[in-house]
């Protein structure tokens, strides 16, 4: 639901347990439901109030965010869960960066768990087959997120490439996958804000500076926002740095199982 949904489901919400089952909803209460519901569509959670209501078994009873959300229709497993992409998309969005240390990318944990297993078929030069793999497995793990009414959870892999990292964090805000706030986070804070000041303050400036010994105000300004900027390259730095060891761990992890198989199909040869 958006945010322009909440007096409407409160209303909703309302008319189903104050005036049918005569329970209050309290600020509280409706931030519950709220945070159970939200990533459902508002109409289908109305329809699905009504639909408690009505059945002669379960509508004797004040319903539960459970209750609700087991009447609530889900997608269709190739068109994706809400908010997690289809499996052929998911795909598209891995092969953008996966390949090349140079792009960052986005992705879930289903996405994670199909590149996990294909990415050794995708290594020995077989890409459609390395497809077909990811696809079944994507699909098992799409299907237990929508069982278990998962909504995806959004995780970046930070490319080496400064202006493709930013047209690709970007991307994901647009796609409503990362929020603002969190993409500003991971890019460098310009320091252009702190020059323009400076530069501001020695507009008209013509009396000399009272302590000569001691740089400008302007300049100490100048001084701050270079250290901003170097204080988040290095963390911008190390957070790519994790990522490549995450990633080298995981490739050194696949690489001992595969040695392992092999050991054991020379025994058993």
């Keep these: 639901m958006k945010s322009t949904d909440s007096p409407a489901f409160a209303m909703a919400l309302a008319g189903c347990l104050t005036e049918i089952y005569d329970k209050a909803v309290t600020p509280a209460l409706l931030e519950v439901w709220e945070r159970a519901l939200d990533t459902y569509n508002l109409a289908d959670v109305q329809a699905a109030l009504a639909a408690h209501i009505a059945d002669p ?32 998309e998911a795909w598209g969005l891995l092969l953008r ?8 990318g986005v992705y879930t944990e289903p996405m994670r768990q199909g590149w996990e297993a294909c990415d050794p078929i995708l290594k020995l030069g077989d890409e459609v087959g390395a497809r077909m793999c990811f696809l079944e497995t994507y699909r098992k793990a799409l299907q237990r997120a929508k069982e278990a009414r998962l909504p995806p959870r959004w995780q970046v892999s930070m490319g080496s490439d400064l202006e493709r990292r930013k047209s690709a964090l970007w991307a994901a805000v647009d796609a409503k996958r990362l929020s603002v706030d969190y993409v500003s986070g991971l890019l460098p804070a310009p320091p252009a804000n702190l020059e323009h000041v400076a530069g501001l303050l020695e507009c008209g400036v013509t009396e000399a500076d009272p302590n000569p010994d001691q740089p400008s105000f302007s300049q100490r300004l100048r001084d701050l926002a270079a250290q901003m900027h170097s204080d988040r390259e290095i963390e911008v730095s190390a957070a790519m740095q994790t990522e490549r060891a995450q990633r080298e761990a995981l490739e050194a992890r696949k690489a001992d199982i595969a040695e392992q198989g092999r050991k054991r199909l020379s025994r058993a040869a």
């Design 97 to 104: 960066f996966v390949t090349d240390e140079r792009e960052t």
């Design 57 to 88: 078994d379960a509508g004797r009873f004040p319903p539960k965010p459970a209750d609700i959300i087991r009447r609530l229709p889900m997608t269709n497993i190739d068109d994706g869960h809400p908010g997690h992409p289809g499996p052929e």
